[in-house]
């Protein structure tokens, strides 16, 4: 261990500290050095997703004094490129563990630092700070949330004035103001409640909370007074976050009458009890709705993860089995319905777009284009999903867009907010489903439906972690070797690499990989921004699904062959 590292212990050590837990935490540290060295070989990582870490004590964790000095760095940047009276930030939050306490202790920075803070005056989805931000012309937000990662860990994510998540040049901007603060004498303190006294800090008024739900309601592409069955059953799990009340209201008040909840995931539970892992991603995560799906007679299972920005399915098929939908599949069928319904309707606008990342599902091209819209292809992160609706905007186009989403089950049919919204899939994906079972039609026959008119496209995912002190190094090395001139993998030969690293086709700079083989298959190769992990996604097309499954397995295992190599 470093003397650096053990510095850094003493002086924890030795400081009073704002929040008790951190001081226990220390004490049991004593003597391990694994323990030491974990929580202090670096500083937390802040990037365009901000911060995530594990909660706990240390500069490496997520705790009230990282907290502060990131919020510092965030506040010296407004101050910096804002006049005052445009210092306003929007605070949000989710169920996790110290999120409220997190979310006060930044506000309170802000506040001493000048700036005006609205805060929700309880925990709020993602998409709602986004709304926020743009509905109160904000400088910029935050969002306290680890999204769907499990329990132990916590998160802050930065916006900017456009209710986007910050860029890459702004985090840099703002990370540079983060390295000039000390943790513990540069950051500017206050009291909360003296803070929200002196109107400083005040809640967002409940009119924005209101607009956001009518904005979401208005994505409907049903004619006016278009019947379809709202009574069918539906059960519905928040994971114990932020989406049930805000998917129950949008629901309710749109007629759909037979909704049941998880009750187990239902209340705010930063500990996630039934579901350790809160990513409906995830088949755990899921298991508990579908055995509430199953006893229902339920016909679609909906969940979200716990700041509302994802949302997955199952569906019942012939055999009464409940089946997991991926988010390229449902993304595919949400384009499919809303450009049918549009031109159905007359409402599909001159040059419409959707915007996808490099990594979903090439099937969505296909589709898009049948219909005559285009795709932008964009590099993954939401984010910039939302800086394309931008882009359009300023040229008076806004109402070009027509779709956005990415295969990690985030989804957004409107310009309201700029970020995925789950409180917006949940409630498309249910009029898609009332209106096709209307007609007799289950999700799955529309899929297959699809497939069989553009082919067959499997995607999948595949994480490998690589945590610790030695974790970002062995990454490093992993795509130092993807980009060593590959020529094949397994029977395939590659016909093509694409290095985002250079800045390629108009898209920022980023240390990605895609791979085009023979044979109509592509892999993207890319470290996580927000997680210690390596991401792999494997794309074929097969004659069927039997056939695209077994090119899916035979690629896939040569690509992690190389990688043991």
């Known amino acids: ?46 990037g365009t997703g901000g911060l995530r870490g594990v909660i706990g004590a240390g500069t490496n964790r997520m705790n009230v004094h990282t907290v502060g000095k990131a919020s510092q760095g965030l506040a010296d940047y407004v101050c910096r490129l804002f006049p005052e009276e445009e210092r306003v930030i929007a605070v949000s939050y989710d169920s996790r563990i110290k999120s409220d306490l997190f979310a006060k202790v930044a506000s309170a920075v802000f506040a001493a630092n000048g700036i005006r803070v609205y805060i929700y005056p309880q925990l709020m989805p993602t998409p709602c700070l986004s709304y926020a931000v743009r509905a109160l012309k904000c400088a910029a937000g935050i969002m306290v949330t680890a999204s769907h990662n499990p329990a132990r860990y916590n998160g802050y994510k930065v916006y900017g004035a456009d209710g986007c998540q910050i860029t890459t040049e702004a985090a840099d901007a703002i990370l540079k103001e983060i390295e000039k603060t000390d943790v513990f004498n540069d950051v500017k303190l206050g009291d909360y409640a003296a803070f929200t006294e002196s109107g400083m800090i005040s809640y967002v008024p409940e009119s924005v909370y209101d607009d956001f739900i009518a904005e979401v309601k208005k994505q409907s592409v049903l004619k006016a007074g278009e019947e379809i069955d709202r009574d069918v059953a539906i059960v519905y799990s928040p994971l114990n976050g932020t989406g049930y009340l805000p998917v129950t209201r949008v629901l309710s008040e749109s007629g759909y009458t037979n909704i049941t909840l998880v009750e187990e995931q239902r209340l705010p539970d930063g500990h996630f009890p039934t579901c350790p892992y809160p990513n409906p991603e995830i088949r755990e995560a899921m298991a508990l709705g579908m055995r509430y799906a199953a006893e229902k007679q339920a016909d679609l299972l909906m969940a979200t993860d716990p700041d509302c920005d994802r949302v997955g399915i199952a569906v019942r098929d012939k055999n009464g089995d409940f089946k997991l939908l991926t988010g390229n599949e449902v993304g595919c069928l949400l384009l499919d319905y809303i450009c049918s319904k549009r031109l159905e309707n007359g409402t599909m606008p001159e040059g419409p777009v959707l915007a996808k990342t490099i990594v979903s599902i090439d099937l969505a091209d296909r589709i898009a284009a049948h219909y005559g819209v285009r795709t932008v292809n964009l590099l993954t992160g939401f984010k910039f999903i939302g800086e394309q609706i931008g882009i359009l905007e300023a040229r008076s186009r806004e109402d070009s867009y027509i779709f956005g989403f990415e295969e990690s089950y985030g989804y957004l049919t409107g310009s309201y907010v700029r970020d995925k919204d789950a409180v917006d899939g949940a409630f498309m994906i249910a009029e898609m489903f009332a209106y096709y079972r209307t007609r007799g039609i289950s999700l799955l026959d529309k899929l297959d439906e699809l497939c069989a008119t553009y082919g067959y496209y499997k995607n999948t995912l595949y994480s490998f972690t690589f945590e610790g002190i030695t ?8 795509m130092e070797k993807f980009r060593t001139g590959i020529a094949s993998f397994g029977q395939r030969a590659v016909t093509e690499l694409k290095d985002y690293a250079a800045g390629i086709d108009g898209l920022p700079k980023s240390n990605v990989l895609k791979f085009y083989l023979e044979g109509n298959a592509s892999v993207v190769v890319r470290p996580s921004g927000t997680e210690p992990k390596l991401k792999l996604y494997v794309s074929v097309c097969g004659n069927d699904a039997d056939d695209a499954s077994l090119q899916e397995a035979a690629l896939s295992s040569a690509f992690k062959a190389f990688m043991e190599d």
């Open 471 to 478: 974790g970002a190094s062995r990454m490093q090395k992993l």
């Open 1 to 46: 261990m470093s003397n650096n590292i053990m510095d850094r212990y003493l002086r924890w050590c030795g400081t009073t500290l704002a929040d008790p837990d951190l001081a226990e935490e220390l004490s049991g540290m004593a003597g391990n050095e694994e323990l030491i060295t974990d929580a202090f070989y670096r500083e937390l990582e802040f």
